[in-house]
């Protein structure tokens, strides 16, 4: 990430012996510092003025000073059994920067909401002063020897507990962030959350992570989708974060469908959106709304397949003749069908044709859904917490989510998935070994262009209405860019992806003006530091890193082991 | 049928064994160039044809005829006498497949999977029972897995499954690219220049192999450049020289014509009428628009 001009070697082995206690010294300085006052007037930033009463990021400071110590007793004291598997000098070196990063920003963001230094009260400056100490001291420690982390062994059990804590910290810790009402106080977390992130990859937690996720899949994705489905509880039936979260999930679901095209086959589309736009259409008109066009009323369930068959049936349509070119072709024809169709919904309005989506004022007054006796618009009540409409939704697109991650993850590991990875490796020799290239390719459009379908008819009733402006190419880019930024033909990334792209906005609404600026940013960064992704799939990392012996022998050595567990 | 009968046969013809590959007056033409110029060839059930040739001779150009990735301007191409298709996975599904010259593996998979990848054509799981888990899809992909494992261990590769194929030792690469050939279940395989950047060791394994590949009742077609590794290995041998067949017949007959040794090393300055004759595909090249 930030790369700092290094101080050389020898003076930091000459000082080394000092950045022990140094450090010790700044984490316990942060501590006492978070426990006094921050902050004079206590509208800023949560209440941060009251002593020995720590507010939410006083709590997030400690708990960076309380991780710096557990790295400096790893290396010399009672954890030195995990310093010996942990890298805690690089870690430790980034946690240094980060949190001197994280006291700094609070120091301004203060200095700015209230008009002045002299509203920080000498808690915050011992904190910054322990942080500064930290961040000295975190120059001159000694990168050490490290053993092999795929050897490390705990017991199954702790492996477990592992995912479970970390699961639930992602639960705790997003219900928290969402919480937040001041721009300011997410930044900060959001930087903590990155700090400590950053800090973990470096003392090598990711890859060890990876082994215990890979011994345990099971247990993982059950897990993970336990979080997801106890979100709406911690939301003490409010509303507010439910859309968001409800909006996140359409989102992710129509980036999981375009991984399939993008991901497995290694199609780019420009135009997914419209498929999204097809069911979404299909669900608003055979709704019961005043102004749908269509005097069908069929039962949800019915509504669902239908409009995930005419999205397909379209994908169909447009892929025949398209998927004949490939690369960059492929991607101005998808670009332009996606226009096309928001051009067709737009003009079929009664005046240039039969009047079927009501033009730019789309189909309005979508009436909540109903599956049998339970309307998704009330407020239901379970274990003694309300859960309104779009908790309803949510779960609904929780579902749904699943059902696609299911039929990705199938595909991926089946022949048909095999097909995918031989045509994105050599299409001519795919070819030439019997695979059915056009067929695979019309098969990935057409299986993407029905989850996309299905999603759209859930989507249309969440929204409330429907007008062609919700379906630009903005949108698709968006799916797209969710999909590069997370880790293309993965599942974790891509949601990761997608969570990023539309929680962030819906958070940092200050910013919206520079929302494009900052994203294209975001992605040219990712395109020159981490090209797979995130989250990268093994196969994935090797073809953006062909000459990589070195990676390609530790991704072989890895897979070694999983098929031999 | 034996080898040795067959090598002994003096006829360039082929009188004996069943013909399982006939191609016929093949012309390839790019523009104003012909890569391959009227070109028969005739492969019999359990027969190894080499087929040699200077550099550009069309000897590649031919075979991607035979494979479909070319269609032929003219001619025809028959296995087991049924007219193929100018479609790659049509050849591969009628029962004949191919390596490259340039080993065309799928690098970043395992050689497992790459072998897997040959089974495709004859598997037939949809995306339902893939996504079901039915009972037809983990009967194919039991089967798969166990088929690409005996073709791996066939080949001498049983203990590196599990290795990327970009990993692999080079002659290791060229014989998994033969077990993927081998699992589209053919009954001819092409092989495109098999020990090219061979050392001596694995160019013996690698006729080893070609042997025992022909035991199992296959038929190899062989392009080469080691003349030892082909007058060794094949029942016929076929000489192309600017997209004509020079010559036709047994290692023999091929190795002590004057015309082959003349078309690798050339004549003297003197021979230039004799060159001529040759040269007459360049003019045809001219003729045709």
């Known amino acids: ?565 | 049928m034996t080898v040795t009968e067959e090598a002994e046969n003096t006829d360039a013809r082929p009188s004996a064994g069943v013909p399982l590959l006939q191609a016929e007056g093949v012309i390839m033409r790019f523009g104003g160039l012909t890569a391959v110029n009227n070109v028969d060839m005739t492969v019999n059930e359990g027969e190894i044809v080499g087929l040699i040739g200077p550099n550009g001779a069309g000897k590649t150009t031919f075979f991607n005829c035979l494979t479909g990735l070319y269609k032929p301007t003219e001619g025809q191409v028959r296995l087991s006498g049924v007219e193929l298709p100018p479609k790659p996975r049509a050849v591969v599904k009628a029962g004949m497949a191919r390596t490259f010259q340039n080993i065309r593996l799928f690098a970043n998979m395992t050689a497992l999977e790459n072998v897997m990848v040959g089974r495709y054509c004859r598997t037939s799981s949809g995306a339902f029972t893939s996504i079901l888990h039915g009972p037809k899809f983990r009967r194919e992909e039991a089967e798969t897995r166990q088929r690409a494992q005996e073709l791996l261990d066939f080949v001498g590769l049983g203990t590196s499954t599990e290795h990327l194929a970009r990993n692999m030792p080079y002659g290791n690469q060229r014989r998994l690219e033969i077990a993927r050939a081998l699992a589209t279940d053919p009954k001819l395989v092409l092989l495109d220049e098999p020990t090219a950047g061979m050392n001596p060791l694995e160019t013996r394994q690698a006729s080893d192999l070609i042997f025992k590949i022909r035991d199992s009742g296959l038929a190899v077609v062989v392009i080469e450049h080691d003349m030892r590794f082909i007058f060794n290995l094949c029942d016929r041998v076929l000489c192309l020289v600017r997209g004509e067949t020079l010559v036709e017949g047994t290692p023999n007959q091929v190795q002590s014509d004057p015309r082959v040794i003349e078309a690798y090393i050339g004549t003297g300055a003197d021979d230039d009428d004799d060159q001529d004759g040759v040269v007459a595909t360049s003019k045809d090249a001219e003729d045709t628009p």
């Open chain 1, 1 to 565: 990430m930030i790369k700092l001009p290094d101080i050389p070697e020898s003076v930091v082995v000459r000082h080394s012996a000092k950045a022990w206690p140094l450090g010790l010294a700044g984490a316990g300085l942060l501590i006492i510092g978070s426990l006094l006052s921050w902050s004079f007037d206590p509208g800023v930033l949560g209440d941060l003025s009251i002593s020995l009463n720590p507010g939410g990021l006083q709590i997030v400071a400690i708990a960076i000073a309380l991780l710096a110590v557990i790295l400096f007793l790893a290396r010399r004291g009672p954890l030195t059994s995990l310093g010996q598997w942990a890298d805690t000098a690089l870690s430790l070196r980034a946690l240094g920067l980060w949190a001197l990063l994280f006291m700094t920003l609070v120091l301004v963001a203060i200095t700015v909401e209230t008009g002045g230094l002299i509203n920080i009260d000498p808690g915050g400056w011992i904190s910054f002063l322990g942080a500064v100490l930290l961040f000295i001291a975190t120059r001159f420690v000694v990168q050490e020897e490290t053993r092999d982390l795929s050897e490390a062994r705990v017991p199954g059990w702790a492996e477990i507990l592992v995912i479970v804590v970390l699961m639930a910290a992602i639960l705790f810790g997003t219900a928290y962030a969402l919480g937040l009402t001041d721009a300011w106080e997410f930044v900060l977390f959001l930087v903590f959350v990155t700090g400590v992130v950053i800090t973990g990859v470096r003392a090598g937690l990711l890859s060890w992570l990876g082994h215990v996720t890979n011994r345990h899949r099971h247990v993982l994705t059950l897990a993970a989708f336990a979080v997801a489905f106890f979100f709406p509880f911690t939301q003490n039936g409010s509303d507010a974060n439910m859309s968001i979260a409800s909006q996140v999930l359409i989102f992710a679901s129509a980036a999981m469908g375009l991984n399939i095209v993008v991901g497995l086959a290694g199609l780019l589309d420009l135009g997914y959106i419209a498929f999204l736009g097809a069911g979404a259409y299909v669900g608003a008109s055979l709704s019961t709304s005043a102004f749908a066009t269509i005097g069908w009323k069929p039962p949800f369930l019915v509504v669902v397949l239908t409009g995930a068959c005419v999205s397909a049936t379209l994908g169909l349509i447009i892929g025949a003749p398209t998927l004949r070119v490939s690369g960059d072709y492929l991607a101005i024809v998808t670009l332009g069908f996606g226009e096309i169709f928001r051009l067709s919904m737009f003009n079929l309005d009664g005046n240039n044709g039969p009047n079927l989506t009501h033009g730019p004022n789309g189909i309005p007054a979508i009436p909540d859904l109903t599956i049998g006796s339970f309307n998704f618009g009330d407020t239901h009540t379970l274990l003694g917490i309300p859960l309104a409409r779009f908790s309803n939704y949510y779960f609904l697109l929780l579902v749904l989510i699943a059902f696609i991650i299911l039929v990705f993850s199938r595909l991926n590991n089946s022949r048909i998935g095999r097909g995918w990875v031989a045509i994105r490796e050599d299409e001519k020799a795919a070819e030439a070994m019997g695979v059915n290239v056009f067929g695979l390719k019309i098969l990935a459009f057409v299986v993407g262009a029905f989850l996309a379908g299905m999603a759209g008819t859930i989507k249309a009733h969440q929204d409330v209405s429907v007008t062609p402006d919700q379906y630009i190419f903005l949108e698709s880019a968006f799916l797209l860019a969710a999909i590069v930024l997370g880790g293309m033909g993965t599942i974790a990334g891509v949601l990761i992806g997608a969570m990023i792209l539309k929680l962030l906005p819906e958070k940092l609404r200050f910013f919206a003006d520079y929302r494009l600026l900052l994203f294209g940013l975001l992605l040219v960064l990712m395109m020159r530091f981490r090209p797979e992704g995130l989250i990268a799939s093994k196969r994935r990392q090797l073809e953006f890193h062909e000459d990589d012996e070195e990676l390609a022998v530790r991704i072989e050595t890895n897979h070694a082991e999983d098929v031999k567990a």
